[in-house]
């Protein structure tokens, strides 16, 4: 809970960081917990929207922006139990909303791994979850959005009404207005999964997989970084498991990763840490087999990932997140194996995804398989080198990066990875004409 000092109308001055660590900033903070409080700030003044503060590349927050605290509003507005629809405002938790909606018999399919993401932030992140081939990204569950607009109050909008604006605010970085609910169409959730283990020796391999696996409630994998066994790893496929005795699907907030991780004194993800987690993974995860879980469980996998977190200390971690097609995918992978084994980066994993969706927007969607690669010390010269190297793969062979991770994302390759970068970008602009909705992420990246 916010000081009653720094909620409302008063400002408050904080240092705020992203969750990759690489950007910080002193920015003034307003905690609004009434509508009319969004108004108190001049028309004029620069802002953006902040929710839970997980975002790894400073999208809620930036040098001259003051920054809206959205975490007050979090309340649940309207819940039919029959259609399976949702009205939540935009400061509730994606993790809070699955804790109501699972013991109804209903879930929002797409969520981001970490659950003290803000429905406002998925909303403009336009979020993936465990299986986007099957399940699309979080514009696919949207009905209808409330933004606050300075000079224009309140707007409701959908795809029949301002549907530009509508679909401009879905991916769009907040850069339209600040978000104050939405209307979401929930799915009904299997009981349990049986999460099948299916190891894979290489990249070209887990292509494969993915695309078999295509229906799969959960679908992801887990891949060795270092040159001598890049590629090895595990698909991981969840399959519906109904059959199954009725598992405990209570999503305790007391496990919830943290929205600020304090780094070790010392980092763990040298090389020989790496080596060692990554064969203790190997033993226990890349196995042929089944093991029953509940999908509680399997919607929020970075719950416990707080140690791996705070092994990248105080330098942080960069998450580098591109989009192949699938035609160019197996190309791509034997290009990003021979850059591996000739420069020996550092990576502490890389992970996989089956994308079927249409590519709009600045959001990663489209028809191809991601990679996202983490690395410790991304500041070290060949850390960084190797970053730029991705990149370049990446574009020659079609890749669509992921402005919401990879904060190594310039205007420069932006440009270059979107053919209709300029485009695109004015169509944001003209929902934000005055300049008045920005963030370190934006400016960053040239919008």
Known sequence: MAPAESRGFALARERLTSFDRQFAADVRVQRPDRYRLLDALPADQPRIARGGGVSYVAASFGNDATTLDMRAFDRLLAFDDRAGVLCVEAGASIGDVQRFLLPHGWYVPVAPGHP????????????????????????????????????????????????????????GFGMTGTITHATLRLVRPPRAIALRRVPVDDLAQAARVLRESANAHVLYGWHDGRPDRFGRGVIRVGLSDDEAASRDVALSKNTDLPAAIAPLPVPLWNRNGIAVANSWLSRRWCKPGFEPIALAQALFPLNDARLYFAGYGKAGLVELQWLVPHPRFEAFAVALGDCVARERPRIALISSKLFDGVARGFALDGKGIALALHLPSPTQSSQRAFCERVAELAIEHGGRPNPIKDSTLDEAVMRRAFADFDATRDALAAHNRDGRFGSELTRRIGL
């Not at 429905?119 to 209808?144: M, Q, W, Y």
């Not at 959005?145 to 679909?167: I, K, S, Y």
């Open 116 to 171: 003290r993401a803000s429905i406002g932030g998925c909303v403009a992140s336009d979020v993936h979850g465990k299986n986007p081939a099957r399940d699309g990204t979080f514009r696919a569950l949207v009905e209808e959005l409330q933004l606050h607009v300075p000079g224009r109050g309140l707007l409701g909008v959908d795809a029949r009404n301002d549907a530009a604006l509508f679909d401009a605010t879905i991916g």
